[in-house]
C-alpha cells in the first residue's frame, strides 16, 4: 500500500528557514506529479508548489522566490525548502502526489501533514 511520510516540519522565526521532505514507499509504477498543499486555519487548503516528472513546476505567488521544490525519482521523494519564511506560513503542510496510470497531475494520495509553525 502506497504511503506518504512527511518530516521537517516545526518551529521557526520569521526570516528563517525550514526543509520538508516526503517519500513515497510501496509499490507504485511511475509518479507524475509530487507537491506540497497547506491549510491554515480558517483557510481553503492551497497548493503551495508541485513538480513533474519533467522537472515544470509551479509555486504559489506567496512563496514565488522563497521556496524552492525539488524531487528525486531514484528515492521518491520530494522536498520544500523553504527560506525567508513568514508567519503568514504558519499551516499544516501535507505532500501530495499523483501516480497514474493516466497524465493526471492532480493529487491522488496525501501525507498525514506537518505543522510548520513562523513566529514573527
Known amino acids: 500500500q502506497v504511503q506518504l511520510v512527511e518530516s521537517g516540519g516545526g518551529s521557526a522565526q520569521a526570516g528563517e528557514s525550514l526543509r520538508l521532505s516526503c517519500v513515497v514507499s510501496?509499490?507504485?509504477?511511475?509518479?507524475?506529479?509530487m507537491g506540497w498543499y497547506r491549510q491554515a486555519p480558517g483557510k481553503q487548503r492551497e497548493m503551495v508548489a508541485d513538480?513533474?516528472?519533467?522537472?515544470?513546476?509551479r509555486y504559489h505567488d506567496s512563496v514565488k522566490g522563497r521556496f524552492t521544490i525539488s524531487r528525486d525519482n531514484s528515492k521518491g521523494a520530494v522536498y520544500l525548502q523553504m527560506d525567508r519564511l513568514q508567519p503568514e506560513d504558519t499551516a499544516v503542510y501535507y505532500c501530495?502526489?499523483?501516480?497514474?496510470?493516466?497524465?493526471?497531475?492532480?493529487?491522488?494520495?496525501w501525507g498525514q501533514g506537518t505543522q510548520v509553525t513562523v513566529d514573527s
Open positions: 501530495a502526489v499523483n501516480l497514474g496510470p493516466g497524465m493526471g497531475m492532480r493529487p491522488e494520495f
Open positions: 513538480i513533474t516528472t519533467g522537472d515544470l513546476t
Open positions: 510501496g509499490s507504485y509504477f511511475r509518479i507524475n506529479m
